[in-house]
């Protein structure tokens, strides 16, 4: 059974976060019956994220636990919508900041998973 901790939620795509801080994807598999397969990468994590001003200066560094544990205390957005603070993940051997598309990072609600038949 999966554990998650938050969600990626990017304008065609959620993204969940196990605790470990491991990012998955869920995936619908059409042959058979209908199931839903949830999909990770054992390289693929989150390390933490910046928090950027008007000018693209990072301001602020968050670990990948303040991002696991309170995902509401960062300011994803500015006012008009624009991405403020960026995720830093690790997959394949580097370091990346995940830019665009525009997400935000929330809190997973309890049974998210098992509410769409998933765990």
Same mark, same amino acid.
């Given at each position: 059974m999966v554990t998650l901790s938050v969600l990626i939620i990017g304008p065609d795509e959620t993204m969940p976060?196990?605790?470990?801080? /491991?990012?998955?994807? !869920?995936? #619908? ?18 390390? =933490?994220?910046?928090?950027? %001003? %008007? /000018?693209?200066?990072? !301001? ?20 008009? =919508?624009?991405?403020?603070? #960026?995720?830093?993940? #690790?997959?394949?051997?580097? %370091? ?5 598309? =525009?997400? !935000? ?11 769409? =038949?998933i765990a």
């Amino acid at each position: 059974m999966v554990t998650l901790s938050v969600l990626i939620i990017g304008p065609d795509e959620t993204m969940p976060v196990t605790a470990e801080g /491991f990012i998955t994807r !869920v995936m #619908y598999v059409p042959h058979g019956p209908p199931t839903w397969l949830v999909r990770g990468s054992a390289s693929w994590r989150i390390i =933490g994220a910046v928090t950027c %001003n %008007n /000018f693209g200066h990072v !301001v602020k560094r968050w670990t990948c636990r303040e991002v696991l544990d309170t995902p509401e205390a960062i300011p994803w957005k500015w006012k008009n =919508g624009k991405q403020r603070s #960026y995720l830093l993940d #690790y997959d394949h051997g580097s %370091n990346r900041r995940r830019e665009s598309p =525009g997400y !935000v990072v929330a809190r997973a609600p309890w049974g998210y998973l098992e509410d769409r =038949g998933i765990a």
